[in-house]
């Protein structure tokens, strides 16, 4: 699963679907009515779905959910596997270039991805007002998968080109905040799904998520370079606390940031190292923090390198599209502050996501509490009160109340306990394993012969659902034939 709530999930990516892949064009041969016109064979094609604005309040208003298409391998009995690209807008990327595919052409299988509401073209509401947004909750998201998956099985021809039995088995995958998507179904949903595979699924949350910061303080510490990094922030803190003008003007030259503020100052700072650091070792592997641990050598003084690293990635890394919205995420919720409710437009998938860590995840990244013994690797200006700031004067009361972690984790993970046909895929290095059923300390969940949770040695976020390559790790490619294995068997 940004810099607000962090890029969960993100990444979240979040994430997101977090692969360096590109996305293939999209035959979109529909109007908004929803069933598929006839295309060439083999390609994705994409509809829409009328759905219920609140499946469960008094708002009985109607709208249109997109979805994707791939019906290349799908013969009548194969299964249906469902995925959600999460805070990204859906491409056919979902449906084409992902490790599922392969399974699909193993199983006969229907590739199906399915935007989330108040993400892309799937907006239930004409705006992205608080009073708009107090309909995108996890529970009519989640309703929204169920009430297509109760299409598929009573009226399938209204979605499909080709003829879906009505017992078809469903499963639903996902990566990311998709991968945590993917397990509530099985869990909120067995009659509907049978099985699950989950990536990199974030399911526990953190009010104060400090332990991002520590994957790549790991990273950098196996480089010979993360205690020299932790006292560049140090140094930066030193600084910035001081209330010295002269010396903030020259960390706004130093780190080419601005901002009125120390406050500030060390936002911009956060989000150029979210971006460009933290993200690159969730996406890639350990290719940037070599490079990052190379401004540390030859007795540079450590703020200085620190400077010089973070300037380095920032001008020298590029992004995958998918996650460009979010490098600026501290000027954003800076500015969403000062606006009030600031632009409300539609299509802004890191105003759509603010809300979601406001009123569910949080996972707020912020430095380690001061009187711990835990490593800083980013600045103590940004702490929670600065990101849950700009919450109620972005969105008004409808984040009200802000989010409980104990009774979000007590429900939501609270819920996965003892389900079956759930299988959890954990990238050893991943930045937000501590979000995962495996932690860096151990496991949330039992890890059972009926839902197993594999823990892929030296991967990062989301890899097993990557395209398979000659390149993939042993663990990761042990990690996909595991999978594959199990849902052949809960299919079966």
Excluded at 59 to 88: A, C, F, H
Excluded at 126 to 155: C, H, M, Q, W
Excluded at 250 to 264: E, L, W, Y
Excluded at 421 to 428: D, W
Aim: with cysteine; charged share 15%.
């Amino acid at each position: 699963m940004s810099n607000i709530c962090n890029f969960w999930r993100g990444l979240a990516l979040f994430v997101i679907l977090v692969c360096s892949i590109v996305a293939s064009p999209v035959n979109d041969v529909t109007n908004r009515n929803g069933k598929p016109s006839p295309s060439p064979a083999n390609t994705t094609v994409a509809a829409w779905i009328t759905q219920p604005i609140d499946h469960f309040g008094a708002n009985n208003g109607t709208w249109r959910q997109q979805y994707m298409v791939n019906d290349k391998y799908y013969k009548p009995g194969g299964p249906i596997y469902i995925l959600t690209p999460g805070e990204s807008e859906v491409s056919a990327m979902y449906t084409e270039d992902t490790h599922f595919v392969s399974l699909a052409s193993e199983t006969n299988g229907l590739m199906v991805a399915i935007e989330h509401r108040f993400f892309g073209n799937s907006n239930p509401m004409p705006d992205l007002s608080g009073a708009s947004l107090k309909y995108l909750t996890l529970e009519n998201t989640l309703e929204d998968f169920a009430r297509f998956i109760r299409t598929v099985k009573t009226n399938s021809s209204s979605l499909f080109q080709k003829a879906v039995p009505a017992n078809s088995k469903i499963v639903f995958v996902g990566g990311s905040y998709g991968g945590a998507l993917a397990a509530w179904m099985r869990a909120m949903y067995p009659d509907l799904v049978t099985a699950a595979w989950a990536s990199s699924a974030p399911v526990f949350t953190y009010i104060d998520f400090y332990h991002l910061d520590q994957a790549l303080g790991r990273h950098l510490t196996a480089r010979g370079c993360g205690e020299l990094f932790a006292r560049g922030v140090k140094e930066l803190d030193a600084i910035l606390l001081s209330n010295n003008s002269s010396g903030l003007d020259s960390v706004r030259k130093m780190f080419s940031v601005t901002g009125s503020t120390a406050q500030d100052v060390a936002a911009g700072i956060t989000s150029a190292i979210t971006g460009t650091v933290n993200l690159p070792v969730m996406l890639n592997g350990d290719a940037l923090d070599q490079s990052v641990c190379s401004f540390f050598e030859n007795s540079v003084p450590p703020l200085t390198a620190y400077s010089k690293a973070v300037s380095a990635a920032v001008k020298g890394y590029a992004m995958p599209q998918a996650i460009r919205p979010y490098r600026n995420m501290a000027v954003y919720r800076r500015d969403m502050a000062a606006k009030s409710q600031g632009d409300l437009s539609l299509n802004q998938p890191f105003r759509s996501w603010y809300y979601i860590c406001c009123k569910w995840f949080s996972d707020w990244q912020v430095a380690p509490p001061k009187d711990s013994n835990v490593t800083a690797y980013r600045s103590q200006l940004v702490d929670r009160e600065y990101w849950q700031g700009g919450c109620q004067s972005s969105f008004g009361s409808s984040v009200h109340p802000l989010t409980d972690a104990t009774e979000h984790n007590r429900r939501w993970l609270g819920m996965l306990k003892d389900v079956a046909n759930i299988y959890y895929t954990v990238g050893e290095l991943d930045p937000w394993r501590d979000t995962t059923v495996a932690t860096v300390d151990g496991t949330l969940l039992s890890n059972t012969a009926s839902s197993p949770i594999f823990v892929m040695n030296g991967a990062t976020h989301t890899q097993d659902m990557q395209p398979d390559t000659a390149y993939d790790l042993n663990s990761v490619r042990m990690a996909k034939q595991m999978g594959d294995s199990l849902i052949k068997k809960w299919i079966a």
